[in-house]
């Protein structure tokens, strides 16, 4: 138990020591390195950027107080005008520090379109067609890590993705309007995304009909759980797959039955999809503690 005690005291102090040194302004050994899964995108389409960090010296490094909220926030773009580096505003995410050894990397994933585009249709944010730059900086206790720059372009959608993007467009447009009805935005978005549910944007369509159902509670019914079973058949890729089962699940348990009901419906799914991601997110709540 002393030896125990001892090597956890050594372990402790030996953290403190290099989360000290990145505030005490010593050089980091650590490369900040960007990438985007590929250089050309659509407009409105989702826009994940990689953000990783190596330890590229021979020594345990730190990186202090790191997050994504940061990282998108010191983005630095540039388009054909110059400088555009406008922020307009991240969910906050909770900052951390990590220690990393020789060779060791970290890497943070954040979808920019979000945060960085500008421009906006109601809650809708997009960066427009164009050619542009863009590199990062992370301070780092009092050093500042600065990224490779890597080039990107956006292009406008054409053929059946014009017409869902346009759609898309006009719905968010119509969510601005007060007058507007949230039954016929709902209606209007399953329209969209089960005649286009291969569409890029498909996703952003369904996520915004059903954070909508979520929120107000209207058509917070069976016919909610038949439109998420039916999109995630037709995408079993889908990004928001496991959202979808979990909202579903959370519509039975509080309309239709408890959790007995979901236990039954999330079986069934598992049996009905073996060697899918539905089984896979289906067993993930079956396994938590949400529907015991």
């Known amino acids: 138990m002393k030896k125990l005690r001892i090597t956890v005291t050594i372990l402790f102090f030996f953290n403190i020591f290099f989360v000290y040194q990145a505030f005490s302004g ?4 650590i490369e900040y390195r960007i990438t985007f899964p590929k250089n050309i995108f ?6 994940i950027l990689n953000m990783t960090f190596k330890n590229i010296g021979s020594k345990v490094d730190s990186l202090i107080k790191i997050s994504g909220a940061d990282l998108l ?3 630095i773009f540039s388009d054909e005008k110059g400088d555009n580096s406008t922020y307009q505003g ?7 520090t990590i220690v990393l050894k020789p060779n060791q990397d970290y890497t943070l994933s954040e979808n920019i379109r979000w945060t960085r585009g500008y421009e906006h249709v109601g809650l809708f944010s997009y960066i427009p067609e164009g050619n542009y730059r863009v590199k990062g900086v992370f301070k780092n206790g009092k050093t500042n890590i600065g990224s490779n720059e890597i080039l990107f372009r956006v292009i406008a959608p054409t053929g059946t993705e014009k017409e869902v993007f346009d ?3 006009r719905i968010n447009k119509l969510e601005m309007n007060k007058d507007s009805k949230t039954e016929n935005i709902i209606n209007d978005l399953t329209l969209l995304f089960k005649k286009y ?4 944007y ?5 996520l915004k009909n059903i954070i909508i159902r979520n929120i107000t509670g209207i058509k917070h019914d069976s016919t909610f759980i038949e439109d998420c079973l039916w999109y995630i058949q037709k995408k079993p890729d889908s990004k928001i797959l496991d959202l979808a089962l979990d909202l579903s699940a959370r519509v039975i348990q509080q309309k239709y039955g408890g959790n007995e009901k979901v236990r039954e419906f999330l079986t069934a799914l598992k049996e009905k999809y073996p060697n899918s991601r539905i089984f896979i997110e289906s067993n993930k709540i079956l396994q938590s503690k949400k529907y015991k």
Not at 42 to 47: F, H, L, R, T
Not at 91 to 96: F, G, L
Not at 197 to 200: D, L, M, N, R
């Open 73 to 75: 926030k010191n983005l």
């Open 197 to 200: 549910p291969e569409s890029i």
């Open 42 to 47: 659509i407009e409105g389409e989702d826009m």
């Open 167 to 169: 759609g898309f467009i």
């Open 90 to 96: 991240a969910v906050n995410s909770k900052d951390t």
């Open 26 to 29: 010593t050089k980091h050994n």
């Open 202 to 206: 498909s996703d952003q369509i369904f």
